[in-house]
């Protein structure tokens, strides 16, 4: 090197900076799509099995609205979760739109990971899933969550009723999402059903979310913790600004639709404590996520049936 370049071994240069060409031979990947009905905890679970949040997480039933990747890469393996919304009846486009993409992510997947309630028998809901599970040539695999809050003679009760609606169930295991009870088990039950694989995304990525789309949620998330009854559900949020200010504080500005008057003066709250909640929680919860400091403006705007206008879902990304 008296020339003053340098030469550099191309092999070895690749081989080392290539993420996905240093896995054991006995590595497995796949995709596992996460179904279940609403407020099961699928949404939590995925989380947990990631270690970080990357789907939100509420009280109300039919929070997740879209499809969402979760990546876990191990030494052993790499499984892509497809976190799903959860199945019911729809009564309204949104909801139709809901169910596609609850529908959607079996077919490519190599397994179905079944979320329920052990602390409540089946109902209705679960029977749509059992049907649309039914329907599938999958692996099936049961995921009886929230033992936390299941006294054992139910436990015993439930399982044996929802174990009775898939036949196809390839595994059955007791976990609690939000207390960390069998997940780590259970992730080694999943990668024993999964297929020899290579890496498909590279080790540091754990999803396929964009930032603007996790901001938006994550105010959509404390607006379902703190309205009550029918307003959640009529939420949608749409993200307009989103930059970078010289002081170096991200401005981001959003418009929170409801579909009433009404939902729109109990959204806002009395002189604004609520709209000022629901910012000030987002807001804690969006810096800590982008590492940055940011300054969230929120306004509310009255848009009467967007649930089932197609323009408006598409705009809103939900067609
Ligand atoms: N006690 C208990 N609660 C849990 C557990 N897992 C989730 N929850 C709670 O159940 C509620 C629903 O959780 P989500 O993860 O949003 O449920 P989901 O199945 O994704 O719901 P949708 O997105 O509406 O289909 C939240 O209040 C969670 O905190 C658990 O293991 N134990
Ligand atoms: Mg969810």
């Known amino acids: 090197m008296t020339d003053g370049k340098q030469s550099i071994d191309v092999d070895a240069f690749f081989a ?66 497809i976190d799903t919304p959860g199945i019911h009846k729809p009564k309204h486009k949104l909801g139709e739109f809901m169910m596609d993409q609850a529908r959607k992510a079996l077919p490519d997947a190599d397994l179905a990971l079944w979320v329920v309630d052990v602390s409540k028998p089946p109902r209705r809901d679960d ?11 999958l692996p099936v695999i049961l995921a009886m969550n929230k033992i936390d809050i299941t006294p054992p003679d139910r436990l015993l009760a439930h399982a044996e009723a929802y174990r009775a609606q898939v036949p196809g169930i390839v595994e059955d295991i ?42 938006a949620e994550l105010i959509r998330e404390k607006a379902l913790l703190y309205l009550q009854e029918e307003v959640p559900h009529a939420v949608a949020v749409d993200l307009q600004d989103f930059e970078e200010r010289e002081n170096g504080v991200i401005y981001i500005f959003a418009r929170i639709f409801v579909e009433r008057e009404s939902q729109k003066g109990i ?31 929120l306004r509310v705007k009255v848009k009467p049936k967007w649930r089932r206008n197609p323009a408006e879902l598409r705009r809103l990304g939900y067609a």
Request: with cysteine; aromatic share 4%.
């Open 16 to 81: 080392q900076s290539d993420p996905f060409a240093d896995v054991p031979p006995d590595h497995r990947s796949g995709f596992v799509a996460v179904v279940g009905r609403p407020n099961v905890g699928k949404s939590t679970l995925m989380n947990a099995i990631l270690g970080q949040k990357v789907a939100i997480v509420s009280p109300r039933p039919q929070t997740t609205r879209n499809r969402i990747a979760g990546i876990l890469t191990r030494e052993d393996c790499q499984i892509v979760f």
């Open 127 to 137: 029977e749509r899933v059992a049907a649309v599970l039914q329907a599938q040539p």
């Open 174 to 215: 007791a976990v609690s999402a939000l207390k960390h009870q069998g997940v780590d088990a259970l992730v080694d039950r999943i990668r024993e059903h999964l297929p020899p694989g290579p890496r498909y995304y590279p080790p540091g990525q754990v999803s396929d979310i964009q930032e603007r789309f996790l901001v």
């Open 267 to 297: 959204l806002i709250g009395k002189r604004g404590a609520m709209i000022k909640k629901i910012g000030q929680e987002a807001r804690k919860e969006i810096e800590a996520a982008l590492g940055r400091k940011v300054y969230l403006e």
